[in-house]
Protein backbone atom coordinates (compact mmCIF):
# COMPACT_ATOMS: atom_id res chain seq x y z
CA UNK A 1 0.00 0.00 0.00
CA UNK A 2 3.03 2.43 -0.30
CA UNK A 3 2.74 2.37 -3.79
CA UNK A 4 1.77 6.25 -5.46
CA UNK A 5 -0.90 4.69 -8.02
CA UNK A 6 -2.23 1.28 -7.07
CA UNK A 7 -3.33 -0.56 -10.35
CA UNK A 8 -5.69 -4.41 -9.82
CA UNK A 9 -7.16 -6.59 -11.94
CA UNK A 10 -10.90 -6.20 -11.94
CA UNK A 11 -11.17 -9.40 -10.49
CA UNK A 12 -8.41 -9.44 -8.42
CA UNK A 13 -9.49 -9.30 -4.21
CA UNK A 14 -8.08 -6.56 -2.73
CA UNK A 15 -8.33 -5.72 1.28
CA UNK A 16 -8.09 -7.67 4.02
CA UNK A 17 -6.27 -5.39 6.91
CA UNK A 18 -7.00 -6.87 9.17
CA UNK A 19 -5.00 -9.84 11.92
CA UNK A 20 -5.58 -13.37 12.14
CA UNK A 21 -3.98 -15.69 14.40
CA UNK A 22 -4.79 -19.32 14.86
CA UNK A 23 -4.02 -21.97 17.67
CA UNK A 24 -4.83 -25.30 18.45
CA UNK A 25 -5.12 -26.37 21.54
CA UNK A 26 -4.27 -30.12 22.25
CA UNK A 27 -4.62 -29.31 26.24
CA UNK A 28 -7.37 -31.37 26.88
CA UNK A 29 -5.98 -35.01 24.70
CA UNK A 30 -2.32 -34.69 26.47
CA UNK A 31 -4.99 -34.76 29.76
CA UNK A 32 -6.94 -37.64 28.09
CA UNK A 33 -4.03 -39.79 27.91
CA UNK A 34 -2.35 -38.37 31.71
CA UNK A 35 0.64 -36.61 29.47
CA UNK A 36 1.59 -34.11 31.80
CA UNK A 37 3.07 -30.66 30.15
CA UNK A 38 5.33 -28.60 31.68
CA UNK A 39 6.03 -25.12 30.52
CA UNK A 40 8.49 -22.67 32.47
CA UNK A 41 8.49 -19.01 31.51
CA UNK A 42 9.65 -15.72 32.96
CA UNK A 43 7.81 -12.82 33.08
CA UNK A 44 3.84 -12.60 33.41
CA UNK A 45 2.84 -12.77 29.91
CA UNK A 46 6.01 -14.96 28.03
CA UNK A 47 3.78 -17.15 27.08
CA UNK A 48 0.26 -15.85 27.34
CA UNK A 49 -1.13 -18.50 25.17
CA UNK A 50 0.37 -22.13 24.37
CA UNK A 51 -1.04 -24.91 22.21
CA UNK A 52 -0.27 -27.67 24.71
CA UNK A 53 -0.73 -25.88 28.25
CA UNK A 54 -3.95 -25.44 29.65
CA UNK A 55 -5.00 -20.88 28.46
CA UNK A 56 -6.20 -18.69 30.95
CA UNK A 57 -9.07 -16.41 30.28
CA UNK A 58 -6.34 -13.70 31.49
CA UNK A 59 -3.97 -14.67 28.76
CA UNK A 60 -6.14 -14.74 25.88
CA UNK A 61 -7.29 -11.15 26.57
CA UNK A 62 -4.03 -10.51 26.88
CA UNK A 63 -2.91 -12.40 23.34
CA UNK A 64 -6.18 -10.24 21.89
CA UNK A 65 -4.90 -7.17 23.00
CA UNK A 66 -1.46 -8.20 21.60
CA UNK A 67 -3.27 -8.43 17.89
CA UNK A 68 -4.99 -5.41 18.54
CA UNK A 69 -1.64 -3.21 18.63
CA UNK A 70 -1.00 -5.17 15.47
CA UNK A 71 -4.14 -4.43 14.19
CA UNK A 72 -3.78 -0.79 14.88
CA UNK A 73 -0.40 -0.90 13.57
CA UNK A 74 -1.26 -2.06 10.49
CA UNK A 75 -4.46 0.45 10.12
CA UNK A 76 -2.09 3.48 10.72
CA UNK A 77 0.37 2.15 8.02
CA UNK A 78 -2.55 2.10 5.60
CA UNK A 79 -3.91 5.52 6.31
CA UNK A 80 -0.67 7.19 6.64
CA UNK A 81 0.13 5.76 2.40
CA UNK A 82 -3.68 5.65 1.41
CA UNK A 83 -4.61 9.10 3.17
CA UNK A 84 -8.09 9.11 0.86
CA UNK A 85 -9.44 5.37 2.48
CA UNK A 86 -11.87 5.51 5.17
CA UNK A 87 -9.63 3.01 7.21
CA UNK A 88 -12.06 2.20 9.77
CA UNK A 89 -14.55 1.20 6.91
CA UNK A 90 -11.94 -0.76 5.33
CA UNK A 91 -9.91 -2.70 8.13
CA UNK A 92 -12.20 -5.01 9.03
CA UNK A 93 -10.40 -8.56 7.32
CA UNK A 94 -12.60 -7.71 4.38
CA UNK A 95 -11.62 -8.55 1.20
CA UNK A 96 -13.66 -7.03 -1.84
CA UNK A 97 -13.20 -7.04 -5.52
CA UNK A 98 -11.17 -4.32 -7.40
CA UNK A 99 -14.12 -3.20 -8.69
CA UNK A 100 -15.26 -2.41 -5.13
CA UNK A 101 -11.64 -1.57 -4.14
CA UNK A 102 -12.08 0.96 -6.58
CA UNK A 103 -14.34 2.50 -4.53
CA UNK A 104 -13.15 2.85 -1.47
CA UNK A 105 -10.21 3.94 -2.74
CA UNK A 106 -7.75 1.01 -1.94
CA UNK A 107 -6.27 0.81 -5.66
CA UNK A 108 -6.55 3.81 -8.05
CA UNK A 109 -7.32 1.97 -11.62
CA UNK A 110 -8.52 -1.36 -13.04
CA UNK A 111 -6.59 -3.16 -15.48
CA UNK A 112 -5.10 -6.59 -16.55
CA UNK A 113 -1.19 -6.72 -16.57
CA UNK A 114 -2.08 -7.29 -20.34
CA UNK A 115 -3.80 -4.05 -21.00
CA UNK A 116 -1.37 -2.06 -18.58
CA UNK A 117 1.95 -3.42 -20.26
CA UNK A 118 -0.40 -2.49 -23.75
CA UNK A 119 -0.96 1.11 -22.52
CA UNK A 120 2.89 1.53 -21.06
CA UNK A 121 4.16 0.46 -24.67
CA UNK A 122 2.13 2.55 -26.54
CA UNK A 123 2.81 5.51 -23.78
CA UNK A 124 6.95 4.57 -25.47
CA UNK A 125 8.31 2.60 -22.33
CA UNK A 126 10.09 -0.56 -23.33
CA UNK A 127 8.80 -3.43 -22.12
CA UNK A 128 11.05 -5.97 -20.86
CA UNK A 129 10.44 -9.84 -20.15
CA UNK A 130 11.89 -11.69 -17.63
CA UNK A 131 11.90 -15.28 -16.82
CA UNK A 132 13.19 -17.38 -13.70
CA UNK A 133 15.10 -20.47 -14.33
CA UNK A 134 15.93 -22.91 -11.79
CA UNK A 135 19.23 -22.99 -10.00
CA UNK A 136 21.32 -25.82 -11.29
CA UNK A 137 22.45 -27.97 -7.78
CA UNK A 138 25.85 -27.36 -6.74
CA UNK A 139 28.48 -29.57 -7.20
CA UNK A 140 30.24 -29.95 -3.90
CA UNK A 141 26.38 -29.80 -1.93
CA UNK A 142 25.19 -33.26 -3.75
CA UNK A 143 28.54 -34.46 -3.48
CA UNK A 144 28.34 -33.86 0.51
CA UNK A 145 24.90 -35.05 0.91
CA UNK A 146 25.38 -38.30 -1.25
CA UNK A 147 28.70 -39.03 0.81
CA UNK A 148 27.01 -38.32 3.94
CA UNK A 149 23.80 -40.32 3.14
CA UNK A 150 21.70 -37.47 3.41
CA UNK A 151 18.47 -37.32 1.81
CA UNK A 152 18.11 -34.75 -0.75
CA UNK A 153 15.00 -32.97 0.22
CA UNK A 154 17.22 -31.69 3.59
CA UNK A 155 16.32 -28.09 4.00
CA UNK A 156 18.67 -26.35 1.61
CA UNK A 157 19.16 -23.23 3.82
CA UNK A 158 20.44 -25.20 6.63
CA UNK A 159 22.64 -27.77 5.04
CA UNK A 160 23.98 -25.24 2.26
CA UNK A 161 24.92 -22.40 5.40
CA UNK A 162 27.29 -25.55 6.91
CA UNK A 163 28.91 -26.26 3.06
CA UNK A 164 29.74 -22.69 2.05
CA UNK A 165 32.73 -22.60 4.21
CA UNK A 166 33.62 -25.97 2.97
CA UNK A 167 33.06 -24.83 -0.71
CA UNK A 168 35.63 -21.95 -0.07
CA UNK A 169 38.21 -24.05 1.43
CA UNK A 170 37.87 -26.35 -1.55
CA UNK A 171 38.17 -23.30 -3.62
CA UNK A 172 41.21 -22.07 -1.85
CA UNK A 173 42.66 -25.36 -1.79
CA UNK A 174 42.83 -26.33 -5.66
CA UNK A 175 43.08 -23.18 -7.38
CA UNK A 176 43.86 -24.80 -10.39
CA UNK A 177 40.60 -26.22 -11.06
CA UNK A 178 38.74 -25.61 -14.21
CA UNK A 179 36.63 -22.22 -14.35
CA UNK A 180 33.54 -24.53 -15.26
CA UNK A 181 33.61 -27.11 -12.19
CA UNK A 182 35.31 -23.73 -9.72
CA UNK A 183 31.97 -22.24 -11.06
CA UNK A 184 29.58 -25.33 -9.27
CA UNK A 185 31.38 -24.98 -6.12
Not at 40 to 50: C, N, P, Y
Not at 121 to 136: A, K
Not at 153 to 172: E, H, I, N, P
Request: aromatic share 8%; with cysteine; hydrophobic share 45%.
Amino acid sequence: CVADHIVAAPFALVGSIGVVAELPNFHRVLDRFEVDYLLVTAGKFKRSVHHLAANTDEGVAHFQQQLELVHDAFKAHVAEFRPTVDVEEVATGDSWLATHALENGLVDELATSDEYLDRKESEGFDIVGMRLQPRQPRLLPSLLRQALGLPLGLSQAAFSFDLAAVARSARAAVPSLPQSLMARL
